[in-house]
Nanobody
Framework: QVQLVESGGGLVQAGGSLRLSCAASGRTFSSYAMGWFRQAPGKEREFVAA???????YYAESVKGRFTISRDNAKNTVYLQMNSLKPEDTAVYSCAVRPGSVATYSYDYKYWGQGTQVTVSS
């Protein structure tokens, strides 16, 4: 079955960087869109970034210029490089995949990882 496993979360000071990874297994994901979402305490899950199978990237306005999404199809892995982190980036970050095109709504994604905590201190 499909399994997504995130890693790379942690505690970092404001202005610092983290790199999240999400390893997918269970099938070949080269034709799938892969995305990252986050959910802060008391808030709804929100779109962060996504990448198409051909490498075209999409970002939420709040992370543009600071975060970079990338993928390695040979490893079935998607990454999220997060720079210039802010306290408001604190959340549980989850990766998700869906066949076909990118989507920015969480309900459009079929497969999800368990999430990794990112905490940014001020």
């Amino acid at each position: 079955q499909v399994q997504l496993v995130e890693s790379g979360g942690g505690l970092v000071q404001a202005g610092g960087s983290l790199r999240l990874s999400c390893a997918a297994s269970g099938r070949t994901f080269s034709s799938y869109a892969m995305g990252w979402f986050r959910q802060a305490p008391g808030k709804e899950r929100e779109f962060v970034a996504a990448i198409r199978s051909d490498g075209v990237r999409y970002y939420a306005e709040s992370v543009k210029g600071r975060f970079t999404i990338s993928r390695d199809n040979a490893k079935n892995t998607v990454y999220l490089q997060m720079n210039s982190l802010k306290p408001e980036d604190t959340a549980v970050y989850s990766c998700a995949v869906r066949p076909g095109s990118v989507a920015t709504y969480s309900y459009d994604y079929k497969y999800w990882g368990q999430g990794t905590q990112v905490t940014v201190s001020s």
